[in-house]
């Protein structure tokens, strides 16, 4: 079936612009049955018999450069990497407040504090740094 969400097609197309490399997907939009039979939940992204379709599992060989590109683009709000299975959900869930982005069982729920602490971490991690050369040179 290619019952897709024609935003969710747009950002698709855009992330792989992004990645500027080819994705193999390996699970797009799928019937209530074959949902059920892989495992999938009543409410996924995948099914494309009653609604639209907004989620895909991609892979391309490195799932790491996918995931932490997919959590940067901005593009999705279901990035969820399956690391024994080595894919990538690229998912768009409109019902979902914030962002969800999941490496195996390990859950970040990611928001702007979020992203303001990384950057803030980022902040102390850069000065450490020019503390510790400014201390070397001074030793030299």
């Known amino acids: 079936r290619y019952n897709f969400d024609n935003e969710y097609l747009i950002r698709f197309q855009a992330f792989r612009y992004l990645l500027n490399k080819g994705l193999t997907v390996t699970s797009g939009g799928r019937c209530v049955k074959h949902n059920k039979a892989v495992g999938g939940v009543d409410t996924s992204c995948h099914q494309c018999e009653t609604k639209k379709a907004t989620a895909c599992d991609v892979t391309n060989g490195n799932c790491e450069e996918i995931y932490k590109k997919a959590c940067a683009s901005g593009l999705f709000n279901e990035v969820i990497w399956y690391v024994k299975r080595n894919i990538v959900h690229l998912?768009?869930?409109?019902?979902?407040?914030?962002?969800?982005?999941?490496?195996?069982?390990?859950?970040?729920?990611?928001?702007?504090?979020?992203?303001?602490?990384?950057?803030?971490?980022?902040?102390?991690?850069?000065?450490?740094?020019?503390?510790?050369?400014?201390?070397?040179?001074?030793n030299y």
Do not use: E, P, V
Not at 124 to 129: D, P
């Open 91 to 138: 998912g768009l869930d409109r019902n979902q407040r914030g962002n969800f982005f999941q490496i195996n069982k390990w859950i970040l729920i990611m928001t702007y504090s979020f992203t303001i602490a990384l950057c803030i971490h980022r902040a102390f991690y850069l000065f450490k740094c020019s503390q510790n050369a400014h201390r070397i040179s001074k």
